[in-house]
């Protein structure tokens, strides 16, 4: 996954990597720390006692903290972090708010300290061909994917728009293409949701929330109205025949860089013998670009 070969495939991954990474760092002014600090306390339902008890400070402390009259040592934003369980990037901003250098790296997808995990990536990426394998962040914006990935993907692509893959199976162009899309609505609802409870304030996450509850392929479609299956895969129609896919989405350790913390390896498998038979033989040019 190097930067000519994200260049050089759809989308230009590259460009919409770039483009993110210099948003975050000419965005709107952060909130101060005691605002952040509050923010954070009563995403965790905790009241100033409850944070203090379990920070070992005094609730008076925290008061001051929260209305910005009293400046914290780094030593108790880590530790206030530390006791709210705060991710990364939170961690790095709270940092900064209270004049402090970031704890954590946040390197470009592309930077050379990342060259070990991209050659990782791009590994489990190509040996997980035929079937399809997307490489995502946390808001599932598509940074890289192989072959048969790009294929299925590529007509559900706007043109011009960054390729976000919720929005892509909200878009007009999935509904010829996945079958059932009240199920894959409901399900990255509840992938996004989880995601919300671990980040916090988000608003990219917050903004595909609000998109997919408005979105008409959930009305009608209740969760909890009849019992779940064990397993939901997604079913889609390709060339005339339905292809069904079970996920497993990966997501990578030993690695302090938030950047690699917020990557999602999201593989496809084949549900079924149909499909496994499809996509390993090639059937009449199943998820080859240069048919779908």
């Given amino acids: 996954m190097t930067s000519e070969v994200m260049v050089r495939g759809w989308g230009s991954w590259h ?9 975050l760092t000419r965005g709107a002014a952060a909130p101060s720390f005691g605002l952040q600090l509050k923010q954070w306390r009563t995403a ?16 008076r402390h925290v008061s001051f903290l929260e209305t910005d009259r009293a400046r914290p040592s780094r030593e108790m934003v880590e530790r206030l972090a530390s006791t709210l369980t705060l991710p990364r990037p939170a961690v790095n901003e709270l940092l900064l708010s209270a004049g402090y250098a970031p704890a954590f790296p946040a390197s470009t997808l592309t930077s ?8 990782i990536m791009t590994r489990l990426m190509q040996q997980h061909a035929p079937f ?8 599932w914006t598509l940074l890289d994917a192989n072959q048969p990935a790009r294929a299925l993907l590529a007509p559900l692509q706007p043109a011009g728009d960054e390729p976000n893959v ?32 671990s980040t ?25 109205a009849a019992p779940r299956p064990s397993l939901c895969p997604i079913h889609l129609k390709v060339m005339g025949r339905r292809l069904s896919f079970l996920s497993a989405i990966v ?10 913390r917020d990557l999602r390896l999201e593989l496809l498998y084949p549900a079924d013998e149909a499909t496994r038979t499809a ?14």
């Fill in 15 to 23: 460009t919409v990597w770039m483009h993110r990474a210099q948003s």
């Fill in 44 to 59: 965790r339902r905790l009241s100033q006692l409850d944070l203090a008890l379990e920070a070992g400070v005094s609730a």
């Fill in 112 to 119: 050379e300290a990342l060259a070990p995990m991209r050659a």
């Fill in 132 to 139: 399809p394998a997307l490489l995502c962040d946390r808001a």
């Fill in 166 to 197: 919720i929005r892509m199976m909200m878009g007009a162009a999935a509904d010829g293409l996945v079958e059932n899309k009240g199920d894959v609505a409901e399900e990255m609802l509840s992938r996004l949701r989880l995601e919300r409870l």
């Fill in 200 to 224: 916090g304030p988000d608003a990219q996450i917050d903004g595909l929330i609000g998109e997919l509850e408005r979105w008409p392929a959930l009305s009608g479609h209740t969760a909890g």
């Fill in 251 to 260: 997501q990578f350790g030993t690695s302090e860089d938030i950047t690699v």
């Fill in 279 to 292: 996509l390993t033989a090639n059937a009449t040019g199943i998820l080859d670009s240069k048919t779908v």
